[in-house]
């Protein structure tokens, strides 16, 4: 058998109360300035994204959001995420939502940090070799 070290910077959140007592917390100690938050439009619509980035805006920092999260997120739209991610200079990740705001956040820090295609690193491709964003 083959040994290998796994390492994994995504931390989940979940649960009543956690956005006011952990969110802002684990987003300063980032030191990061500018976040972008993956996630669906029907949370949008729903008034909760609105809440999460008022209180980070609150504390000083900027927040991108990024909406157009489908389910199962398609190789294009994890492309696109990243170019957003880029040109908005954004250094943290944050998704907001079930698994597909997750999956898709962690494939654009992917692409942030690498110049590939997203389907490149996927089934025994290039290795992912960089440090991701948090």
Not at 16 to 38: D, I, M, P, Q
């Amino acid at each position: 058998m083959i040994s290998f070290n796994f390492s994994n910077t995504t931390k989940i959140l979940f649960g009543s109360g956690k956005l006011n007592n952990f969110l802002l917390k684990e987003v300063k100690k980032s030191s990061s300035s500018r976040v972008f938050l993956a996630t669906d439009p029907g949370l949008v619509e729903a008034g909760l994204i609105e809440s999460v980035t008022n209180l980070i805006e609150d504390h000083g920092l900027k927040v991108h959001v990024y909406s157009d999260v489908k389910a199962n997120p398609s190789s294009d739209s994890i492309m696109k995420g990243a170019s957003v991610f880029k040109e908005n200079n954004c250094d943290l990740l944050l998704a907001i939502g079930g698994g597909s705001p997750i999956d898709f956040a962690k494939a654009v820090g992917v692409v942030a940090s690498h110049q590939d295609h997203v389907l490149n690193y996927v089934h025994g491709g290039d290795p992912i070799e960089q440090k991701l964003p948090l």
